[in-house]
């Protein structure tokens, strides 16, 4: 049965439990009712009520009069999108972009299979935050504009819409990468002003209609795959203003390639720098790490540097594993998260100072003979991690040294699962980002609490303690949900929540806080906590909390949603831990102390 139509125009307009079951009645009511929502907008103005619909602007009715455009781009409207808009099952063009619109976009929307052209973001559209997976259905869209918003994941389901011609996902500054992508239709694809994308979606070079690629002003944009942009140029112009184009030849040695990137991308490595002694070769041991440009990189930019391969006894050297340098991946999580994090880590009694023993063993050792590749024991290390030279974007196990005593011989790490690793996935000279350990201008800084507990179980029995960085990280017991709560000794001043849970409606999390002395016991006592995205951290939506513990729980830790961090075959999982109010960036503070000086 469809909705009741016969209620009086102030009762409020109830949608149809079916889609099937709209009409050209439920669309008049659909537009009515937003527009009575917004009665600040220009909605009132294009859609007045003293007319008839015929003569409404920024809309399109067909014959029997189903709505089959609707063009209310700039039009002063706030909020979140309306749900009800996917009852619009005949709608072909859905043009809402340079409106102050909020919050994810709704779900619904993939309900209108006939849709052709969707355009959100835009001007003012920053208050936007994620796409539905279940646009995915929208087998027909050939235009999808989502430019200035706060997007971070672009869902897998919309890689391969068979019709897509023009993609905009300009000035997304939270994205980092793109899946693989299978647009045979595309012709236009902009992602300039990506601030923090550092690679091309891989599938690109089969975009053989390809005729416009724009990534302009994509500082961390390097690496591209040899031979790519060579393709592009024969059928494709491309718009790459401050971003250094530089391919490795097909046919060259990564190593040989790798000083040069390293010079283009940060900078010479100084004249008189002093080359390290190699290590002495030990008895039926892989070659010891040599003095590659490691150092070139900042520690703060989150990038290292794969140094070689290494292999399990019996099999072949063929990049399925990585080799790179444990004590600078240590130095890396002390200059993200602090030297007291760090010292978290290790069950080892707390020397005076962090020496490259302890930074290279951070995870436990490992020897040579290790299975290598399952952290459910809790050895390793899971982060995550782009390869720049492939663009491949997942999770990586890290283990500490390659022969369990000589941090000569640096870490260990593969794509996890090891077993789905391939040749080539990582060569000497490769740069692996990792969002999770960049040093951001502002930052919240990490705060280490007196102790984690896990309010509820935990896949293969692992403690709270893993789901600090720098450890395997956690998921719930079965991948079910998963609640940590932090506790420190006396009242401290919380802003958020800092974690690499992929931040979607499918994996919601709730946060409360308990204030000073109160009973954790008593349900009452816990304050639920509103919060937001900033940057790569969950901050609170209001002032930071002073309090004594915080709760983070996810109702799911479904490990297909979990972007690699966690496999049923080798563990891993998610990282969280509070951190603090936002601190000022050095280089804005410095003027300040300059003044105060003079």
């Known amino acids: 049965m469809g909705p009741c139509l016969s209620t009086p125009p102030s009762a409020p307009f109830e949608p149809p439990f079916d889609p099937g079951e709209c009409t050209a009645e439920t669309d008049l009511a659909v537009l009515e009712s937003w527009r009575d929502s917004q009665p600040k907008s220009k909605l009132a103005e294009w859609w007045p009520k003293d007319k008839d619909k015929s003569q409404w602007q920024r ?3 067909d014959g029997a009069g189903r709505v089959i455009v609707v063009g209310v781009h700039i039009g002063g ?6 749900a009800d808009l996917g ?6 063009g859905l043009d809402l972009h340079a409106n102050a619109f909020e919050g994810p976009v709704p779900k619904q929307l993939g309900q209108l299979t006939k849709l052709q052209r969707l355009t959100l973001g835009g001007p003012g559209g920053h208050g936007l935050t994620s796409l539905p997976k279940e646009l995915g259905k929208c087998k027909d869209l050939s235009i999808l504009m989502f430019a200035n918003t706060q997007l971070k994941e672009f869902p897998n389901e919309l890689c391969d819409l068979p019709k897509l011609k023009g993609l905009d996902l300009s000035y997304c500054r939270e994205l980092v990468r793109l899946p693989y992508v299978n647009f045979p239709e595309l012709e236009n694809l902009n992602i300039s002003g990506c601030d923090r994308l550092v690679a091309l979606p891989e599938g690109l070079v089969s975009c053989h209609k390809l005729k416009t690629l724009n990534f302009e002003f994509c500082p961390r944009l390097t690496g591209f795959p040899p031979g790519l942009l060579g393709e592009l140029k024969k059928h494709c112009e491309i718009h790459h203003k401050g971003v250094t184009i530089e391919e490795a030849p097909k046919n060259a040695p990564a190593a040989a390639a790798a000083p040069k990137a390293a010079k283009a991308s940060r900078g010479a490595v100084p004249k008189n720098a002093v080359p390290k002694n190699a290590p002495a070769q030990a008895p039926g041991a892989i070659t010891p790490l040599t003095n590659l ?3 070139a990189d900042a520690l703060e930019t989150g990038c290292l540097r794969v140094l070689g391969v290494w292999h399990r006894p019996g099999e072949p050297a063929d990049g399925k594993f990585f080799r790179f340098d444990a004590t600078r991946l240590g130095k890396m999580l002390v200059s993200r998260f602090g030297e007291a994090h760090f010292r978290s880590l290790s069950a080892e009694s707390q020397p005076d100072k962090l020496n490259h023993s302890r930074l290279a063993k951070f995870t436990g050792d490992a020897e040579r003979d290790d299975a290598r590749g399952d952290v459910k024991s809790g050895k390793g290390a899971v982060l995550r991690c782009v390869n720049k030279r492939s663009g491949k974007a997942s999770a990586v196990l890290l283990f500490d040294v390659a022969m369990g005593e000589d941090i000569n011989f640096g870490g260990v790490g593969c794509w996890n699962p090891p077993a789905l690793a391939a040749a080539d996935d990582f060569k000497q000279g490769d740069v692996l980002l990792f969002p999770d350990l960049v040093v951001e201008d502002k930052r919240f800084p990490a705060l280490v609490p007196n102790s984690v507990a896990a309010n509820t179980g935990t896949g293969w029995n692992r403690p709270a303690g893993d789901a600090r960085f720098g450890r ?11 609640e940590l709560e932090f506790t420190f000794d006396k009242d401290t001043l919380v802003a958020g929540l800092y974690t690499d849970a992929p931040t979607t409606d499918e994996m919601p999390l709730e946060v409360a806080v308990l204030r000073g002395d109160a009973d954790a016991g008593a349900a009452e006592n816990w304050q639920k906590i509103e919060t937001k995205t900033v940057g790569s951290a969950r901050v609170f939506a209001a002032e930071p909390v002073s309090c004594r513990r915080v709760r983070a729980r996810w109702a799911t830790t479904d490990l297909h949603k979990l972007g690699g961090l966690n496999t049923a075959r080798s563990g891993g999982g998610i990282h969280a831990h509070p951190v603090g109010p936002a601190a000022a960036p050095a ?12």
């Not at 409207?77 to 309306?82: D, F, L, Q, R």
């Not at 395997?472 to 998963?482: E, F, M, R």
């Not at 804005?588 to 000086?597: E, L, Q, V």
């Open 293 to 295: 440009p490691d150092e």
């Open 59 to 61: 809309v399109t009715f």
């Open 587 to 598: 280089a804005a503070a410095a003027p300040r102390a300059a003044a105060r000086r003079r």
């Open 472 to 482: 395997c990280g956690l998921v719930g017991d079965y991948w079910k949900a998963l």
């Open 87 to 92: 009852l619009l099952t005949e709608l072909h």
């Open 77 to 82: 409207i706030t909020g979140v999108i309306p």
